[in-house]
Every structure is written in structure tokens, then in C-alpha cells.
């Protein structure tokens, strides 16, 4: 048998109906002093640091390249903010230096690995110490690093050239399959609440879960501008004709799917819980 203990902050899940009501949470809960972490199986490929990583990897491979150098100034690696960057451009040398500072990176890449060419930015070029200054810095960091193992992997294995990782990388990042590799990865979060929608806990088990939003439907009425319903063919309709005679059965139709979709999500959000699922009920009017 499980041995009893208290309840600690990683024990406890919150599900939401959509994202927006989970950074809501989230800061509700900042304000009295509990973190909580906003728990998604985005894919690190889809993140925005896989941005960050292919404009590194066009400015590397063509440090002449302007436009390609000037997404490289406001990715974050140098930590410019909009009138550092105007002021910088205009001193005397500054374009020069960054051309020599990419010429070196190249070189590191081309002799030594995409890994080693990285962790040169990173900790020589004090780019580690400008992404520890975002809000979500944790985070940041975790997802590079992540995201230059799965390139040094590659570049090993398929014993790729700088080009071919560079369309490799573009390629995965177009096509990335669901992969518990190329999930985000986060340590400390397991410590923290999670907050996270009703979808993307299907499948998850949780000690203690909260669903504050199941009360909130789909209500739909006459007059709304657009009602969706299926036909006997299960073929996805959208009702175009506002008047009533037209209306009516369309909308009994639409609110009959609305609703069981939301039969179906409460399903979900309250089979999650292992121990204890606290539920929240408005009572109104229309109970």
C-alpha cells in the first residue's frame, strides 16, 4: 500500500476549456504565491526556440547575408533590446564584429559539431546570460539545449554537412510527428500545479485534479450568427438561413452536439483524478 503524506504542489492538476482561462489561472494564483506551470505536449520543434536555433543556423552558414544577420540581432542570443540595437548599429565596427564573431562560429561548427558551435554562443558570447533574463528563461534554456541535442544527434548519426543539418532541421521542424523525444522537457515542472486544457489531458492521471469551468457550455440560441451541426451522413453543416421557420430545428440540432460534447469533456475531466476531483457548480437560471 502507498504510504500516506501531505499534498504537494505537483500533486494537483487544473483543467481549463481553453488556453487563455490557464495563464488567467496561472497569475491568479502568482498572486498568492503558488507557481504553476501551463502544461502542453507542444512539441520542442514547434517552440519558438526552434525559430531561434534556424535563424542561428542561416546566419552561421551566411554571415554576409543582412537580412538573414538582422534576425539573428533581435532572436535573443545577444540580448539587444530595440534601442540598444539602433545605437549599436550606428557605432563604428559593429557589423564588422559581428561578421568575425559568426566567421568563428562557423569554423567551430564546421570542425567540431552543431554542440560545441552552441555552447560557444552560449557561454562565450554571454547568450546564456541574456536568455536567463526572460520571463520564461527556464524554459528557454531547457528547449535549446534540447533542441542542440536532437541536431548533434543527427549530425552524428546521418553524418550530416552544415547544409544538409540546416535542411535536415527545416525539415523537422515542417514535419515534426509526435515524438515523446521532441516533447518539451522540464524537470521542475513536476514540482509545480499544472494547468492544462481538458484535451491535452486525455490519457493523463492526476493525484488531485480541479475543473472549475465545467459549468461553461456552448450556449447557443436563435440569432447566433452561424450553428454547426452533422446530417445523418455525419457530414459537418453550417447553417447559413436566419429565419425562424428555417432556424429552429437547426439550432435544437446544434445545441443537442454542443451539449454532448461537453457530456463527453466532463467525462474526461473528472476520470483524471486518482484520489480527489473537486468540481465547481454555479448555480443560475438555467441549471
Given at each position: 500500500p502507498e504510504e500516506m503524506r501531505r499534498v504537494k504542489p505537483g500533486d494537483i492538476a487544473i483543467l481549463v476549456s481553453k488556453n487563455r482561462d490557464a495563464e488567467m489561472i496561472k497569475r491568479e494564483l502568482k498572486k498568492v504565491g503558488l507557481?504553476?506551470?501551463?502544461?502542453?505536449?507542444?512539441?520542442?520543434?514547434?517552440?519558438?526556440?526552434a525559430v531561434r536555433i534556424k535563424i542561428l543556423m542561416e546566419s552561421v552558414l551566411d554571415p554576409m547575408n543582412s537580412s538573414m544577420v538582422g534576425n539573428l540581432l533581435v532572436s535573443g542570443f545577444f540580448g539587444f533590446d530595440g534601442d540598444q540595437l539602433y545605437r549599436s548599429i550606428e557605432e563604428d565596427g559593429f557589423l564588422?564584429?559581428?561578421?568575425?564573431?559568426?566567421?568563428?562560429?562557423?569554423?567551430?561548427?564546421?570542425?567540431?559539431?552543431?554542440?560545441?558551435?552552441?555552447?560557444?554562443?552560449?557561454?562565450?558570447?554571454?547568450?546564456?546570460?541574456?536568455?536567463?533574463?526572460q520571463p520564461d528563461s527556464e524554459r528557454v534554456l531547457t528547449n535549446l539545449f534540447h533542441l542542440s541535442d536532437i541536431c548533434a544527434k543527427a549530425e552524428q548519426e546521418k553524418t550530416l554537412s552544415m547544409g544538409e543539418l540546416y535542411h535536415w532541421f527545416l525539415d523537422e521542424m515542417k514535419h515534426a510527428e509526435y515524438d515523446d523525444e521532441k516533447t518539451q522537457l522540464l524537470e521542475s515542472d513536476q514540482k509545480l500545479i499544472k494547468i492544462l486544457t481538458v484535451h491535452t489531458s486525455k490519457g493523463l492521471e492526476f493525484p488531485i485534479v480541479f475543473c472549475p469551468y465545467l459549468w461553461e457550455g456552448t450556449r447557443k440560441e436563435k440569432g447566433d450568427e452561424f450553428n454547426e451541426y452533422h446530417d445523418d451522413k455525419n457530414r459537418l453543416k453550417v447553417n447559413v438561413d436566419f429565419s425562424n421557420e428555417a432556424n429552429s430545428d437547426i439550432v435544437r440540432k446544434s445545441i443537442l452536439e454542443s451539449v454532448s460534447e461537453e457530456v463527453r469533456k466532463a467525462y474526461v475531466a473528472i476520470t483524471r483524478a486518482k484520489y480527489q476531483c473537486r468540481i465547481v457548480w454555479g448555480s443560475h437560471t438555467e441549471s
Open positions: 507557481s504553476a506551470v501551463t502544461y502542453s505536449r507542444e512539441k520542442v520543434l514547434e517552440s519558438f526556440e564588422t564584429q559581428l561578421h568575425d564573431v559568426l566567421n568563428e562560429l562557423n569554423e567551430i561548427w564546421f570542425e567540431q559539431g552543431f554542440y560545441a558551435m552552441m555552447r560557444h554562443l552560449l557561454f562565450e558570447h554571454e547568450s546564456l546570460h541574456h536568455f536567463s533574463k
